[in-house]
Nanobody
């Protein structure tokens, strides 16, 4: 079993920056990809970005391209989400997730493990 733990959430003014981290623990960890998702009340969980674990290839939703950066440390089993130029629409609970199978990294339903989430609030 794999456990994921996010950290780094908080409140920031629009235009500011935050860095989220996700640490994985448990059995030998070698996922296909790690993803970040976010959710606000009454809405579906939406894809933010992902990184392939072996190659480090990154994927982002259009609205965060150029503002968010995902990186991973395969030795420490951590994945970070660096967020800059934050906007109020970026507010939500951010989740990291891991998947063991190939396929579209944007699909939340294909992820096998999830963290508990961390709140990000961007004030205007």
């Amino acid at each position: 079993q794999v456990q994921l733990m996010e950290s780094g959430g908080g409140t920031v003014q629009a235009g500011g920056s935050l860095k989220l981290s996700c640490a994985a623990s448990g059995r030998t960890f070698s996922p296909y990809a790690m993803g970040w998702f976010r959710q606000t009340p009454g809405k579906e969980r939406e894809f933010v970005g992902a990184i392939s674990w072996s190659a480090g290839k990154t994927y982002y939703r259009d609205s965060v391209k150029g503002r968010f950066t995902i990186s991973r440390d395969s030795f420490k089993n951590t994945v970070d989400l660096q967020m800059s130029s934050l906007k109020p629409v970026d507010t939500g609970v951010y989740y990291c997730a891991a998947r063991n199978t190939l396929g579209m990294v944007e699909l939340a339903s294909r992820y096998d493990y999830w963290g508990q989430g961390t709140q990000v609030t961007v004030s205007s």
